[in-house]
């Protein structure tokens, strides 16, 4: 199976989650998808195929070995796309890419440009999968999905490469970090597993971001403007106020690497009431406990010196992967050594944010990330080559066989 055609059908599907919604999965589109996995699941021959009532699918590829010391490994993607843009009635179209401007949309004068993003450039004389500029595309994440089904189905094709067994999951729900809520991993069963999520072609990473959300609440006292003088407390002018408490250098827009932010999500209010969300990051562990806690020391000296009635609520999410993949580092090397096998130059570094395999990770399941391809994720300018896609693909079947190769013969 051709994992270019697997995608182009996939995207069909609309999967977006839903961050307001209390089930799970979040919206009906995922399960709509997952069902139609299961059917394509079961004609390539896959096992032990499961779909829950939470829109889990797990199945398993039987190994065709008897060594007994290969371990059980696991590749992992999700069914569903950002909220951030719309994923209904995508367009997928391929190009045959020459360089320049590729027009998205003429009629909305929408422009996939090298000015605004330079690394198309690498992908000269490459045929990209790009959408009609009114929705995201959805390579995130079913190029990993495409990847994994057309992988396994070449095994299952030829039954001369050896493996050991082999177990695939995909979730629901990870775009609203949900996504390992539910995930069984005694169930799933394996040694270790990859998220196939990543982006650009060789992203190879297992450091990510510890990640909280902060809800900051401040009520304000609404007096007539024209009689406020020492009565009135604004509670949009304390909000603006606390804002500007944190450091100007701490933003999304002006961090790059290991550098953690502070990032405003939402903002909105009257003078009676006023409501603040942010997400905060920071690889470092120390630093993130200390972003933190100056949310909480700005809501504090607000209440003593203004007496402002101000509450704060913060909530982790996840946290850094690479204190529990690191104790296992050969897992990391193995993917490094699937890259380069097929002719792909590995790229190691931190993700700033984080996937599924944070959280599975300290749920007992080692999971580095490797890429699926895409780039610009999340809105209309994303594209995938098709030759990154392929190469994810391949990186999977070469991750099998030198897991393979390394244990069968210990």
Known sequence: MNPTDLFLKYVTFDTQSDESSSTMPST??????????????????????????????????????????????GFIAHLDTSPDMSGYNVKPRIVNYQGGNIVLNEEQQIVLSPEMFPEMKDYIGQDLIVTDGTTLLGADNKAGIAAIISAMSNLLENNEIKHGKIRIAFTPDEEIGRGANKFDVEKFGCKWAYTIDGGTIGELEYENFNAASAKIIIKGRNIHPGYAKNKMQNAIQLAVYFHSQLPENERPEKTEKYEGFYHPTSLGGTVEEAMLSY????????????KKMRIVDIAQKMKESMNADITVEIKDQYYNMREKVEPHKEIVDIAFEAMVGCGVKPIVKPIRGGTDGARLSFMGLPCPNVFAGGINFHGRYEYLPIKSLEKSKETILNIIGITYSKYSNS
């Not at 998808?33 to 499961?50: H, P, V, Y």
């Not at 199945?59 to 371990?71: D, F, I, K, R, Y």
């Not at 997400?279 to 200390?290: G, M, S, T």
């Open 279 to 290: 997400i905060i990051r920071d690889h470092d562990r120390k630093l993130f406990e200390d």
């Open 28 to 73: 009906e589109g995922q399960m709509i998808f997952a069902k139609e996995i299961i059917k394509q699941l079961q004609d390539i021959g896959m096992q032990e195929i499961s779909l829950d009532e939470n829109g889990y699918i797990m199945a398993t590829l039987p190994a065709n070995t008897e060594t007994a010391n290969v371990p059980t490994i």
